[in-house]
């Protein structure tokens, strides 16, 4: 569990689990809601439509990650639209009340509260520094980089690192702010250097991929 605060509000049954199917809504943008949510296994979305109809993904969050923590600061209406990227969607919902009322037993726990929000905006200013990078291929391996962190899958071996990518090719175009066009361009540019490989949702990086983005991650972003 990611804090002695969230631990003892599940000791003492102040939570409610729910599981959820792949691409069912978790959390409606605009829905009245008084809860931090805790991610106990799988992935979710956390993603905006513009008055245009298009889908803007701030961020992806796997097992361990918390959501929803604008019900601190006293906004109990979402901004964001919240949806399950995989089957069996683990979720941990704590009302903010119960997280109140256990805080003013116990003071030191505020430091986990502060730990939470701290986590939640290092994600953001993660994504905002991303995009911010010029180069969509840069963007996309940046992209590459943190789906190592949140989706690897385990392995016996060294050589590789193996990932089942949450996103379609269509939606990760998306997700790095690049045309599919450019993403399938850069996609057969990193496989034709030996750097990757590239299989519908199957991403497999190799060690050279490694030594490829430390070079190109002492750039300045801009």
Do not use: W
Request: aromatic share 12%.
């Amino acid at each position: 569990m990611k804090t002695q605060l969230l631990k003892t509000l599940i000791k003492n049954g102040l939570y409610k689990h729910s599981v959820y199917s792949k691409n069912e809504i978790i959390l409606r943008s605009k829905c009245y809601s008084q809860s931090i949510y805790f991610i106990k296994e799988g992935i979710v979305k956390i993603m905006q439509i513009t008055n245009e109809g298009e889908e803007i993904v701030p961020v992806l969050l796997s097992t361990g990650q918390v959501f929803g923590n604008d019900v601190i600061y006293g906004d109990f209406y979402s901004s964001y639209t919240s949806e399950s990227l995989c089957e069996n969607t683990s979720i941990y919902e704590f009302e903010i009340n119960d997280i109140q009322l256990t805080i003013n037993k116990d003071i030191t726990f505020h430091k986990d509260l502060l730990s939470l929000l701290k986590e939640e905006h290092q994600q953001t200013e993660k994504r905002i520094k991303s995009l911010r990078i010029r180069s969509a291929e840069e963007r996309l391996i940046q992209t590459f980089i943190e789906f190592y962190y949140k989706f690897k899958i385990p392995s016996n071996t060294t050589e590789h690192v193996f990932i089942r990518s949450p996103l379609t090719q269509n939606e990760l175009a998306a997700y790095t702010r690049t045309s599919r066009v450019t993403t399938n361009n850069i996609i057969n540019h990193l496989k034709n250097k030996s750097l990757i490989e590239y299989h519908n949702r199957d991403i497999v990086l190799k060690k050279a991929f490694f030594k490829y983005y430390k070079n190109i991650s002492s750039r300045d972003i801009v």
